[in-house]
Each structure stands twice: as C-alpha cells, then as structure tokens.
C-alpha cells in the first residue's frame, strides 16, 4: 500500500504564496496520475489540480486556475502544489492522491493527514 505524505502548509497573507509537497512510498508513483485535493470544514473534498502520468499534462479546477501549479518529480515520488496570489477561500486542508477514476473527491490510495493551508491578514 502506497503511503502518502503532505507538507509545506502553514498561515500566509492574502497575496502570499506556498509550496506543498507530498511524498510516496513505493516504486509505483511514476505511473499514477496525481492530483491535489483540499477540504474545508464543512466542505466536500475537492480536486484542485491534476498531473498526468504520462505527457505531464496539467488541468486545473477553477478557483484555482492561473494560480496554482502542479509539478512532479518522478525520481523524488514527489507531487508539487505551487499556490500564489492565495486567497481566504483557499483556506482547507490539502491531500495529495491517485485520483480514481470517474470520480472527484476519491484518490486511489489511503489518504495521508494533509497538510493545512490558513489565508489570513
């Protein structure tokens, strides 16, 4: 079972940016699709950004469009989340996943404990 683990968030400004990193384990990451998800209290979760497998191809939700960018580095097993221009309504955790297909708010893996993004003046 592929384990996953999020970091880089933190309280920012309005305006401010931050990078998200989320690690795997196992030798199976670079032939996933990957993506980013966040859930705020109350929400549903909700996919953000995703990164194909194969070509690199990007699409993005959005909210978060033109802000946001996803990135990976396959020999790291690592998936990047590069937030500018944050908002308050950015605000939620973030969890990173192989997103089932079909689906958008389903990863194909146990989730990790994410890690909390808070836009704040």
């Known amino acids: 079972q592929v384990q996953l683990v999020e970091s880089g968030g933190g309280l920012v400004q309005p305006g401010g940016s931050l990078r998200l990193s989320c690690t795997a384990s196992?030798?199976?990451?670079?032939?996933?699709?990957m993506g980013w998800y966040r859930q705020a209290p109350g929400n549903q979760r909700e996919l953000v950004a995703t990164?194909?497998?194969?070509?690199?191809?990007?699409h993005y939700a959005d909210s978060v469009k033109g802000r946001f960018t996803i990135t990976r580095d396959n020999a790291l097993n690592t998936v990047y989340l590069q937030m500018n221009s944050l908002k308050p309504e950015d605000t939620a955790v973030y969890y990173c996943n192989a997103p089932l297909h079909g689906t958008t708010d389903e990863g194909v893996w146990s989730w990790g404990q994410g890690t909390q993004v808070t836009v704040s003046s």
């Open positions: 196992g030798s199976i990451f670079s032939i996933y699709g």
């Open positions: 990164i194909a497998a194969d070509d690199g191809s990007t």
